[in-house]
Each structure stands twice: as C-alpha cells, then as structure tokens.
T-cell receptor
Framework: GAVVSQHPSRVICKSGTSVKIECRSL??????MFWYRQFPKQSLMLMAT?????????EQGVEKDKFLINHASLTLSTLTVTSAHPEDSSFYIC????????????FGEGSRLTVL | AQRVTQPEKLLSVFKGAPVELKCNYS??????LFWYVQYSRQRLQLLLR??SRESIKGFTADLNKGETSFHLKKPFAQEEDSAMYYC???????????FGTGTRLTVIP
C-alpha cells in the first residue's frame, strides 16, 4: 500500500516557539492531505484539509493563524504550530489518499508534540 | 451533522470467543463506512470498508441502513486482534474521514 511519512515523530519545544511537522507521501502523489489531532484516549479530530497549490481548509474552531499549513508540492504538506503553548501538546497525524478515490486514507505514524 | 458513535471504549473477550465492536452513525446522505485498526506502536491502517463487502483477517461488517449501524464482527477472536479499532464515515462527495472515539479490544489468552 501507499506510504505516508511524518517527521519528526517526537518534538519537545519551549512555549512561544514554533514547530514544523512534515508529512510526505512517499510513493504516490496526494493533491489533498488531512491533518488530525488526537488527545489522549480520544478520537482523531480533523483539523484541516491541505490542498496542493491552494489554501488549506480549516475545520470550525481551528485557528488558521495558529496552525499554518502549507502544501507546496504533491508529496509534501507541512503543519507549523506557531507560538506554541502547553495546551498545544498533542499527537498530530497526517493522512492522504491516492488518486484511486477508493476512499482509503493512508496515515503517517504521527508526531507527538510536547510544549514545555 | 455527521456523527459516529462507538459506545464501548474498552472491550475484552477470551481467545476463541466471538467479538462484536459496535458502531452507529448519523448522516443525512449515503455515507461510506470504514473500519480502521491501530495495533500497538503502529500507525492507523484500513481494516475494511463497507462497499467492498469483504472479510479481512476474519472480520466482517455489514452496513445496516435501517439501524444506521456498521458493527464489526469476528466469530473467533485471536490474541493478535488486540488493538484499537476506529469506525469512520466519509460523507457524500467528501474526501476526509470522520472518526468515532474508538474501541480498545483486548483478547485474553
């Protein structure tokens, strides 16, 4: 199956700094990628849909200035958490679907962010 | 609004026993339903989708539109089935998935 890779898998940062998480589709092109956030023992919550070459679509309640998404190529989307605060600590997961439109999404391994 | 409900956060069964993970959904159109699984220390991966009507690893799930359910079933649980299971819905014309809260299945040897 298709592979989606995230980097870094773990990151610790100080409050007020910015952190960038990369999501790459390794063996397929993804015009659309999705960023999810998962709190402990809770479900995955869709944060935004990343569209190659255009602005991301954010879900209600997600601050677009806080979570900057860039999808500059068909294989790379980045999520930047700006001016991070401890409450931003979470598990961030990206996913992408290939163009077969079967509905299957392929998930990255996730990135655990800890803000001190 | 769409909603996916998995009423059981935790489910334990003995090896060889039947297992059923419940999933109910709320959606005004005709959704596509999926089951995703996450084994320990692994990423989320697709287990099965309702349109395929397939059996994967002995698991099956039937979409019941009358009851708006998509329960996951397996007649004889195996230890390797222990994992986190998520029911997910894709709305008409949408690309993203909407997930339930997940059920952690533990199969007791």
């Amino acid at each position: 199956g298709a592979v989606v890779s995230q980097h870094p898998s773990r990151v610790i940062c100080k409050s007020g700094t910015s952190v960038k998480i990369e999501c790459r589709s390794l063996d397929f092109q993804a015009t659309t990628m999705f960023w999810y956030r998962q709190f402990p023992k809770q479900s995955l919550m869709l944060m935004a849909t990343s569209n190659e070459g255009s602005k991301a679509t954010y879900e209600q309640g997600v601050e677009k200035d806080k979570f900057l998404i860039n999808h500059a190529s068909l294989t790379l989307s980045t999520l930047t958490v700006t001016s991070a605060h401890p409450e931003d600590s979470s598990f961030y997961i990206c996913s992408a679907g290939d163009r077969s439109n079967t509905g299957e999404l392929f998930f990255g391994e996730g990135s655990r962010l800890t803000v001190l | 609004a769409q909603r996916v409900t998995q009423p059981e956060k935790l489910l334990s069964v003995f090896k060889g026993a039947p297992v059923e993970l419940k999933c109910n959904y709320s959606y005004s159109g005709s959704p596509e339903l999926f089951w995703y699984v996450q084994y320990s220390r692994q990423r989320l991966q697709l287990l099965l989708r309702h349109i395929s009507r397939e059996s994967i690893k002995g698991f099956t799930a039937d979409l019941n539109k009358g009851e708006t359910s998509f329960h996951l079933k397996k007649p004889f649980a195996q230890e390797e089935d222990s994992a986190m299971y998520y029911c997910a819905l894709r709305g008409t014309g949408a690309n993203n998935l909407f997930f339930g809260t997940g059920t952690r299945l533990t199969v007791i040897p």
